[in-house]
Each structure stands twice: as C-alpha cells, then as structure tokens.
C-alpha cells in the first residue's frame, strides 16, 4: 500500500514539477498549479497566498474551487493556525465548519468546508507565502501526506521565486526601455501639461494596469492638487479630499505604498468609490525632486494584483524622472512668465521714455548703449538696432564736447550727477545742448549704468540774450534819463539868459548869433525831453566804424 501511495505522490510530483518547468511567469505558476492540485491530490479547492512584505500579510495570489466571497474574508485562519505557519510549520485540520473560535466562522460553513491542510510556501528557509488544500468532506491528511504537500509546497516556492526572478529580469529589461523612452519623451518638452499627460497615460500601459493620477503639492498650503489622470471616471476624482488617506502619508514621507486589495485595506478612505469604480489594488509612489516630495503618483488596477519589487521600481524611476521634468517645466513656466513680465515691463518703460520730450539715452559702465527713447533715435535719424550696443564716445565725434568735461565720463569717474553745455552743429545751423548725466548704481555701491538726459536750450540761450539786451536797454534809458536830468537845470539856465540878453542887446550881429545860441539850446532841451522820456534806442551806422544812436 505504501508503494502505492508513493508511486501516486511521485507521478503527482512529476507531473507538478513539469507543469511547473513549462511556464515562467510566477502567475501562471500559481494558476497552473491550484487549477491542477485538485485533481491530482483528490482535493476540491486550493489557494496560494503570498506575503506582502510591506503590510507582513498574505494577499491573494491564485484560487480554484472557491467562491469570491469566501476568497475575499478578513481572516485567513485563526491566530495559532497563522503563528504555526509563519514558524514554517504546516497545519492540518478536520471539522474546520464546527470551529466557533474562528471569526469568519460563517462564511467558512456557508462554502461548506471541512477539512484544511495549510502550508507554508518556504525559499531559502524564508516563509514567502501559503498552500492551502481544503475539501468539503472530512478527510484526515497522512502524515505521508502532509510530507509530501510539504516537498509540493517547496516546489511551488522555487518555482514561484524562479519565476518571479525570471519575470523580474524580463520587466526590468522592459522597464529599462520604457523608462528611456519616458525619459526621453518627458524631457523633449518644458510643457507641463504635456510631461503630466505623458506619465499618465504611458505608465499604465507600461505596467499593465487600469489607470494613473498625479497630484502636486502646493506651495502656499501644502495640499495635493490633482493635476492629470488617466483611465478614471470624473466622478471617482471628485471622490472628496485625499490627504488624510493613510497612503497618501505614507507616501509623501518619502517611501512607495503598495495595496493589494484596496477593499479591506485600512490605508484606503474611499473603498465604495473605489468599488464602483472598479479599483482592485494601487500602488503609490512620491514624486521628488532632489530628494524633496513635490507630489503623489498612485498606479490604479482592475483586478488584484501583488507588485513585485522591479514594478515599484520601475514606478519609482518614473516618478524621479517625471519629478525631474515636472520641476524644469514648472521652472521653464516660471522663466516664461518671468520674460513676458518684463517684456510688458520694458514696453511700459518705452513707452514712458518715449513720451519723454528731451532725449534720454542709457549707458553701461563699458560706455556702451543700452537703451534709448525715442526722440534720441529720431534726433541721430537711426533706428534702436544700429545705436545699441556702439560705443558712447563714437557719438560726438566732432562735437564741442571734451572728454574731460564729458558728464558721463564724469558720473563714472565720481559717482555724481554730473552736466554740462555744449554747441551741437546740425544741418539746421548750430544748437546749445544741455546734457545731465545720473548714476545707478549696483549693490556694491558702483556705478553700473548711466543715465543721460540731453535737452536742446538753443531758445532758452535766445531768451537769454534777449533778456541780457533788455537789461542793457534798461540802463541806458536809465542813464539817458539820469543825463537829461542834469543837463536841463544849466540848460534852461543858459536859455533863460540868452532870451534876456537876447532883449537888451541893440547890435544885430549879436543879436543874430545870441538867436543861434538860443535855437541850439532849444534844440539841446528837445534832445533831453526825448532823453527823459524814451522807451528804447537803435543805432545806425555812421561813417567808417561810427555808429549813431536812434532815440525812440
């Protein structure tokens, strides 16, 4: 009987081990397996759980002959059934739908089980996951059996972690091609919209998953703001706030989260949208920039799904990268901002020193121009493009202006406002300029460019000149006035005595010159009333270089 048997486990053993030898992915494995168990072990159902190292729980990895609602219990067994496998020790039990100290005792006796046998799925002495027989009769497992589902359970555990190493190697050459052309296609623009809906839309497909989402923190208040997703619902991403999801925090400490069932897993809020919506497992992953979380990626699927660690990897690479690129376009977003701020700036500027009658010109300390309004360029009758950049010096050339008394030699020589007057020929005739000079200086207290502010005082010198000749006018009428004043007390005098003389002399002769002197007299008080009371005087060349005075 026992050669029976053994010759029974061996085929058996066989037959498990070219099952197993025939497919490569680690799911499969698990599929192939607890499909082929039941026949092969006169059993009815079997599952394999596998450890999830990040919650030190068993998630679901395949099943056969048991209902969803069975599968998807809080518990898998009783606390000393889990204490004895995670020693390594497997665990038999009969009558198992009798157990009242079980707390998902009634959906055990609703799938109308009654004997177990739990093993533990052992690599390198490391307890990795569990094998579970269970049959709806009571059946007794031998301890031939039991050794035997222990050397099954060995097997499956090489070929689940050789299978897991192969798919690992296979995704990580994978992920390394999708991560250069993520790469390569997030950084081909500085359009954040663009890096955004790259991730996202590239990412599940990569991974073969349902769907992603990307949310950024906000600097001014340090919430999430959803900023691109792909392959969810509206409704499901108006599902309420998310920051207070346990993984959420988890993540934004800095380390990826994953959850296998999203239904019963205490890190998830949200498990009815979640439902409806169709989400089985997600994986949650930070974006960093330099080691600084800006924000959450979270990978979404249909069905349950155990990332494995090239997966996470992968995910996280991504998110470095998406980070990376997230930062230079937001930078680039910033420049471009920064550049159209000061474009508007700079026409603000022109269009004020433009509306700046005299002409103003700016040099650097290198006496290089920099800017120049507008009434400058029309004066010089050059367009902006030819006079930026050309040496201050080259343009008074042939001017009344020495370099030393130059005002903008001299703010860069002082540091102080500095003018100066000048003649300016142009074809119109010759023109006074005045010409001011102000500093600006750097933060080192230098002077880093120099203002200059040039105003053509051609009728203010005429004025000038006006006034000097009105102030010459003023004194002479002053004087005349002043001479007539002193001139006509002798004079009337003199007059007074001819006119007397004039009566008593008898002689005709002297009468006729005393006449004389009296005309001449009379003539002389004309001369001084005109002096006493004229407004202005010209004069008119006489003979030779005399000139003559015109009383008016």
Not at 108 to 126: A, H, M, N
Request: hydrophobic share 40%; with cysteine; aromatic share 4%.
């Amino acid at each position: 009987m026992e050669q029976i048997n053994e010759l029974k486990f061996l085929k058996v053993f066989q037959k498990v081990t070219k099952l197993i030898s025939m497919v490569l992915d680690h799911q499969q494995v698990m599929d192939t397996i607890v499909r082929e168990l039941p026949g092969l072990l006169d059993i009815d159902a079997a599952t394999i759980r596998l450890l999830d190292p990040s919650t030190n729980t068993f998630v679901m990895g395949a099943a056969h002959g048991l209902s969803m609602e069975y599968l998807s219990r809080t518990n898998i067994d009783t606390e000393e059934t889990m204490a004895m496998i995670n020693s390594g020790c497997p665990v038999a039990k009969t009558n198992v739908d009798q157990n009242t100290d079980f707390s998902d005792q009634d959906l055990v006796s609703q799938e109308g089980i009654k004997s177990v046998l739990t093993l533990p799925i052992l690599f390198q002495d490391s307890v990795i996951g569990i094998l579970r027989l269970l049959t709806r009769r009571n059946r007794t497992f031998t301890s031939e059996e039991i050794s035997f589902a222990m050397a099954l359970a060995e097997q499956v555990g090489i070929a689940i972690s050789n299978s897991r190493m192969f798919t690992e190697m296979e995704n990580q050459i994978d992920f390394m091609k999708e991560v250069q052309e993520v790469s390569a296609l997030v950084n081909s623009t500085l359009d954040l919209d663009s890096v955004l809906n790259t991730i996202v839309e590239r990412l599940p497909r990569s991974m073969g998953c349902k769907a992603c989402t990307i949310r950024l923190l906000r600097t001014q208040t340090n919430q999430l703001e959803l900023v691109a997703s792909h392959g969810i619902s509206e409704e499901y991403l108006q599902r309420g706030e998310v920051e207070g999801e346990r993984n959420i925090t988890l993540a934004l400490s800095g380390e990826p989260v994953s959850i296998y069932d999203v239904s019963r897993d205490e890190r998830v809020r949200y498990k009815d949208n979640m439902k409806k919506e169709g989400i089985k497992s997600l994986l949650a992953v930070p974006l960093k920039v330099k080691g600084e979380v800006i924000g959450i990626m979270r990978i979404l699927t249909a069905s349950h799904h155990c990332f494995t660690s090239s997966e996470i990897n992968f995910a996280v690479t991504v998110a470095e990268i998406g980070g990376t690129a997230i930062q230079n376009a937001r930078t680039y977003q910033k420049i471009t901002l920064l550049f159209n701020q000061v474009e508007e700036s700079e026409r603000f500027v022109a269009n004020i020193l433009n509306c700046i009658r005299p002409q103003l010109l700016v040099v650097d300390r290198n006496l290089h121009l920099v800017l120049a309004n507008r009434v400058f360029l029309a004066n010089m009758g050059k367009e902006e493009k030819e006079l930026l950049g050309v040496d201050y010096r080259s343009l008074w050339q042939d001017q009344d202006c020495p370099a030393e008394k130059c005002p903008v030699e001299l703010v860069l020589a002082t540091g102080q406002t500095a003018s100066y007057e000048h003649q300016l020929v142009k074809d119109d005739g010759t023109h006074w300029v005045e010409r001011t000079a102000s500093p600006m200086l750097d933060d080192a207290g230098q002077v880093e460019y120099v203002i200059e502010v040039i105003r053509d005082i051609t009728a203010k010198r005429q004025l000038e000149q006006e006034h000097l000749e009105r102030v010459k006018l003023q004194g002479v009428v002053e004087l005349a006035g002043t001479v007539a004043h002193e001139i006509n007390s002798p004079l009337f005098a003199a007059l007074g005595t001819a006119q007397l003389l004039e009566e008593e002399l008898e002689s005709k002769e002297l009468a006729d010159d005393v006449q004389t002197i009296i005309r001449n007299l009379k003539k002389i008080g004309e001369l001084t009333k005109k002096m006493t009371t004229m407004t202005g005087f010209e004069s008119r060349d006489y003979v030779g270089e005399t000139k003559i005075v015109i009383l008016r």
